[in-house]
C-alpha cells in the first residue's frame, strides 16, 4: 500500500519510505521493570487529574470558583488521562492473555 500520497497531503515534508518514519530500536534496553514504572506513574497522574478535577467541582460548587472554565478543563483532562490509562490496561490483559494462550 502505498502512504506517499496520503502522506504528502499532511506532511511538510514528504515521506520516500514508511519504513523511515518508525524506528524501532534493535537492543531496547527497556525491561520489565521501567515499562512497569512507567505504567505505575501513568496510574498515578490519572489519579491526580482525577483528584485535582474532583477539588475544581467542588470549588465550583461552594462557589469559590468565578468561572466554570478551570472545572471543565480539570474535567476532560482527567477523562482523557482515564481513557488512556484504561487503554494501555485493556492492551496488557490482552497481551498477557495472548501469551498464557501460547503453546510451548
Known sequence: MDLTKIQNLYMSTPVKDYKNVVEIPKNDSKDFSAIFDAALNMVSETDD??????QESMRFILGEADNS???MIAQQKAAIALQYTVAVKD?????YQTITNMQI
Open 49 to 54: 487529574l482525577v483528584h485535582k478535577a474532583d
Open 69 to 71: 472554565h478551570d472545572m
Open 91 to 95: 492492551k496488557f490483559l490482552q497481551s
